[in-house]
């Protein structure tokens, strides 16, 4: 075999090699069970949380999804929408520390959500959708421990909370941050109930649906950039790899005259 054709496939393998390892960190970053959107205001009200669930097997499909909800900051009001194919168990705990709202005093909440009866295939993924009365005040981050079950049995535990300034775990919990509220919003931290009749809950749920409205297009544009960086890395091994055929090339043609 000629020298430049040796150096060529040393090019080919090492771009291939590359261009996978790009691929495969792209996959795990869009494997884990996420929560959307990503954030919401503190005290939010009447809104809507995402549970997105991607199948990560080769060979089995999910067949179980359990969501467990914080009951230390109860999230108030919960709503499970229906989905095809899937039926929903709910489950309420009596919670430690009642919470007031202008509606009275909360003494339940919802702790788990279990979906089975369905299937997410591989390449596949299924948005759970949960509507909420009221969002905690009190803190500035929900973790949504969950556990995936598959058809062959095994169960992935997205459990790990994620800490501020360390690097992502393996199985991080779905995360809803919690964003302090607006100049024109309700401060009080009895909240402002589940209800929709009062104005000031009109106005609390428009300011709601605003601040979501702009952290979804700051997440769309995040996830994007994301997108274009792996493509612009992909471009740049392509180059190279081009580059480093070319001098090959020359190098061979040089070798032969003499």
């Known amino acids: 075999m000629s020298p430049m054709s040796t150096t060529l496939r040393r090019t080919g393998t090492v771009a291939a090699l590359a261009t996978a390892g790009l691929l495969t960190a792209a996959g795990a970053a869009f494997a884990h069970v996420t929560v959307h959107p990503e954030s919401y205001a503190k005290g939010a009200t009447d ?139 309700e401060t009080s931290s009895t909240g402002t109930g589940t209800g929709t009749g009062a104005s000031g809950s009109d106005s609390s749920s428009a300011s709601s649906s605003s601040s979501e409205a702009k952290e979804s297009t700051a997440s769309d544009k995040s996830s994007d950039s994301t997108a274009r960086a792996l493509g612009a890395a992909g471009l740049i091994v392509g180059v190279l790899g081009l580059i480093a055929a070319g001098f090959a090339v020359v190098r061979g043609r040089s070798a032969a005259r003499s």
């Open 47 to 185: 809104g809507l949380l995402s549970f997105r669930v991607p199948n990560e097997e080769d060979t089995a499909s999910t067949t179980k999804v359990q969501v467990f909800l914080p009951t230390d900051h109860p999230v108030l009001g919960v709503l499970v929408t229906p989905q095809a194919g899937w039926t929903a168990k709910v489950t309420t705990t009596k919670l430690k520390k009642p919470v007031k709202t202008d509606d009275g005093t909360i003494t339940d909440a919802v702790s788990e959500i279990t979906w089975t009866g369905g299937r997410i295939r591989h390449g596949q993924f299924q948005d759970f959708e949960v509507a909420f009365g009221q969002l905690p005040d009190d803190t500035d981050q929900l973790s949504f421990k969950t556990l995936q079950t598959y058809s062959d049995g095994n169960v992935v535990r997205w459990i790990e909370e994620p800490q501020k300034g360390a690097e992502e775990p393996e199985s991080p919990a779905p995360a809803l941050t919690l964003t302090a509220k607006g100049a024109g919003e």
